[in-house]
């Protein structure tokens, strides 16, 4: 069968709907956004990473092993990915796997939350420059599996971001660099994996089974349901949050894991130092865009040059309805139902016209 791949644009956000078999769905979109995945590779900091793989490559290898072994359908979209791209396949797994060699690799991102009557989770998008006007929404309906809808950086898996499903899940993804990697799968591909969970619950239980090289923290949610959930995971180490009510916050380094798992900056402890005394009431999303789009915010200046905001979301558990706002652009709104199905028509009801 075809694959299909749609390039959109709302306001000031670029969306592109891909649809078909998987290898033939991920090859066409390597095709179709191929110059911007050229421009990823060739932009990227990447030689801290590229040293450790060279001085490691057992471990390297053992990681790619892990993660074809235990998650062929993720590694087989990764192949597909690099042979539509027409790039070599090692520059796209180095790069997919550059949080899981122990290299610390700058990423960031901060994720907010709120559990209560109107609860609410917030995400912000930290990534390099080489991203800016480049990364978009990206919606995949692969046959035969839940729709996916997510902030794609070009190049990559579609699993390190945000992540919203047609069966309500949403979830934001907090990198977290591990001192001492464990020869596991990568992380990427293991967060592909849990999008195809069916509820929070086997999302949760995916997360438990399945070990990572590196470390991320999710942030998650189903909605219709007012409760937030936090798991951080690296190697075989799970740990599993749940918030009732008020605030819950995470940024790049663990929280309930050891702190003698990961390397915590001083700049993600700086933004968590803000997040700790944050002091909502009731909020709404008007406050939790505002609080990710304040001291949170990252803009690669002065002491934070590698990683700047690419974009803000914020679902409302309670209605399902998203807010997404790109780095220097005016917001999107639409139903998580509408952007991981494709709904194109009942986004652009919400946005006003849909260039296409």
């Not at 990227?44 to 790619?64: G, K, Q, T």
């Not at 009510?245 to 702190?259: D, I, M, Y």
């Not at 917001?331 to 919400?350: E, H, I």
Request: charged share 15%.
């Amino acid at each position: 069968m075809v694959a299909t791949v749609r390039e959109h644009r709302i306001g000031d956000v670029r969306w592109t709907i891909v649809r078909g078999p998987r290898e033939a769905a991920f090859h066409a979109l390597g095709a179709h956004a191929a110059a911007d995945i050229r421009t990823v590779l060739d932009g990227l900091p990447s030689w801290p990473v590229a040293s450790r793989a060279r001085r490691s490559p057992v471990l390297f290898r053992a990681i790619e092993s892990a993660s074809q072994v235990e998650h062929p359908d993720a590694y087989a979209e990764l192949t597909a990915l690099a042979a539509g791209a027409g790039v070599p396949f090692d520059d796209l797994l180095l790069a997919n796997l550059r949080g899981d060699l122990g290299a610390g690799d700058g990423t960031g991102c901060t994720d907010l939350a709120w559990a209560g009557s109107s609860s609410l989770l917030g995400h912000n998008e930290d990534g390099a420059p080489v991203f800016d006007g480049i990364g978009r929404l990206l919606t995949l309906l692969i046959d035969g599996e839940p729709g996916v809808c997510v902030w794609w950086y070009p190049g990559f898996l579609p699993s390190n971001t945000f992540t919203l499903t047609t069966h309500g899940l949403v979830w934001g993804i907090d990198s977290v660099s591990v001192v001492t990697p464990s020869p596991c799968a990568g992380r990427h591909f293991v967060a592909r994996t849990a999008q195809r969970a069916s509820g929070l619950a086997e999302a949760v239980s995916v997360l438990r089974s399945r070990p990572s090289a590196g470390g991320f923290a999710y942030t998650m949610g189903q909605v219709g349901s007012p409760v937030v959930t936090v798991v951080e995971k690296a190697g075989h180490e799970t740990a599993v949050t749940t918030v009732d009510s008020g605030l819950a916050w995470h940024t790049n380094h663990f929280r309930r894991l050891s702190p003698s798992l990961d390397s915590a900056s001083e700049e993600s402890l700086a933004r968590a130092e803000v997040c700790a005394h944050l002091a909502p009431v009731e909020p709404d999303v008007k406050w939790l865009v505002s609080a990710l789009t304040g001291p949170v915010h990252r803009n690669a200046v002065d002491g934070d040059p590698l990683m700047m905001t690419l974009s803000t979301v914020v679902t409302d558990l309670a209605s399902g309805e998203v807010t997404v706002v790109p780095r220097g652009g005016g917001p999107l709104r639409a139903r998580a139902a509408d952007l991981a199905s494709g709904n194109l028509a009942a986004v652009g009801a919400l946005n006003g016209a849909i260039l296409s």
